[in-house]
């Protein structure tokens, strides 16, 4: 995957340890203080764009940060430079440098934090071969360079609770100007117990910034009975989600829509991951020979990677409300696929029936459970319906099967093959074409059993 470089950033103030009452003073005297001209010879203001919350249920990256490992802004967001850290902390313990947060290395740097805590020396020097930036930037970075704002980062610790502890940080994109001023983007990190940063939810919805637009990204599952999660919730204008990580995803999606229902702007990043597969499927019905072929669908097969079911059902939703279907029967059949059955009937009153796979695969992608194949078919044997929509894995299933042979076929590019506004697809009836997609956020549709 090729990656996009970082571009230089100037910071205009390192991570500095204040109290939580002197937070918005210090955010004051940061820009009050900053008289003199930074290394490109302009001055920085603070953004005053939006207000970006960032619930990390990991502290991972803090970790990094003071162990030496992370040289990046503390915003919670797994990216390049994340991934980098971690495998210098994996190498630098021993460990397995899988370049991810798992179980060994996480306990590893909560026992060197825990160390370095008590005055003691870690057990393996700091890290000193560490560039940030040499592997591209994250997610935060790129927000900072097209927009500056203000991130507020919470990271609830495990332990005893002390209270929370905070931090205050500015980074200035320099090809960001507004004239010869450089726009900078501003970091709150706030760190304690999950009970701890529920006593301060308070102090964090005043830290948001006045009537501009508040996103929230609620990386941990979404608790309509955590009073944190209820009252950031309330006064954002988008929750950011990304079902992939849903343990228990057929529930966790209806507690989704129970929230749009409520009135709660939910934005799921997995939604966005399904636009090619949503522009295909609709494209390959535009043909006028083929619009009325689609109302013959009665068989779905959606294949996807084992480990959570969350695009499955996003899509399989998605489907049903545009061919207005109503779900009337689920049953879970497991077996080495973990089958799914869900049952609809059209508005003729025809039966449609669904079948959910998860595919166990060796060469898993970054993201759980992306779809690898489609099948839209009918009992119909004359309706000219029969379409199959399917990644590299997901058409070679297809193919050693022979389904294919009697259906249109459709292969999509994996998302990080995209161009930034078309997807690459390939048509084995019709050659080459491309399909515009979707950049924007879409609420989750709730999908009832």
């Not at 900053?34 to 764009?49: H, I, K, L, S």
Request: proline share 6%; with cysteine.
């Amino acid at each position: 995957m090729s990656t996009i470089q970082a571009p230089p950033i100037f910071s205009l103030q390192n991570p500095k340890d204040v109290s939580l009452s002197d937070i918005e003073a210090e955010l004051q005297l940061i820009w009050q203080g900053y008289g003199g001209d930074n290394p490109e010879g302009t001055a920085a203001v603070r953004a005053t764009t939006f207000t970006f919350v960032v619930y990390e249920p990991e502290e991972t990256q803090h970790l990094l940060a003071i162990l030496g490992f992370y040289t990046g802004p503390i915003d919670g967001i797994l990216g390049p430079r994340m991934v980098s850290a971690l495998k210098a902390a994996q190498k630098t313990y021993g460990l397995p440098r899988t370049g991810k947060a798992d179980e060994a290395t996480k306990a590893k740097l909560r026992e060197e934090y825990v160390e370095l805590r008590s005055g003691k020396n870690p057990t393996r020097p700091l890290a000193t071969d560490f560039s940030g930036g040499e592997e591209g930037y994250g997610l935060a970075d790129a927000i900072a360079a097209a927009n500056p704002c203000r991130i507020i980062a919470l990271f609830p610790i495990s332990g005893v609770d002390t209270g929370v502890e905070a931090q205050v940080s500015a980074y200035c994109p320099i090809q960001k100007r507004h004239q010869n001023t450089l726009v900078c983007c501003e970091y709150i990190t706030l760190r304690g117990t999950p009970a701890a940063l529920e006593r301060i939810g308070g102090l964090i919805e005043e830290l948001l910034i006045g009537e501009l637009p508040k996103f929230l990204w609620w990386k941990a599952t979404p608790d309509e009975e955590n009073p944190l999660f209820r009252r950031l919730a309330g006064v954002s204008s988008t929750v950011i989600i990304d079902s992939s990580a849903f343990p228990e995803p057929e529930a966790e999606m209806l507690v989704m829509g129970s929230l749009v229902e409520k009135g709660i702007a939910i934005a799921d990043l997995n939604w966005r991951r399904l636009a090619a597969w949503q522009e295909l499927t609709a494209s390959a019905f535009d043909p006028p020979e083929r619009r009325t072929a689609i109302k013959e669908i009665d068989r779905v097969t959606i294949d996807y990677e084992s480990g959570n079911s969350s695009q499955a059902l996003l899509f399989l939703g998605w489907l049903a409300s545009r061919l207005q279907w109503r779900p009337v029967a689920f049953h879970q059949e497991g077996g080495d696929y973990n089958l799914m059955k869900v049952h609809f009937v059209a508005a003729d009153q025809r039966p449609i029936e669904a079948e959910l796979a998860a595919i166990p695969l060796a060469d898993v992608g970054e993201v759980v459970g992306d779809l690898i194949a489609l099948r839209l078919t009918s009992t119909n044997i004359t309706a000219n319906c029969g379409t199959v929509l399917c990644s590299e894995s997901g058409c070679m299933r297809m193919e050693s099967g022979g389904v294919a042979q009697s259906a249109k076929t459709y292969q999509v590019t994996p998302l990080f093959d995209q161009k930034p506004s078309f997807s690459s697809v390939s048509n084995s009836s019709a050659g080459d074409e491309k399909c515009s997609t979707k950049k924007v956020w879409q609420s989750v549709r709730k999908f009832s059993s």
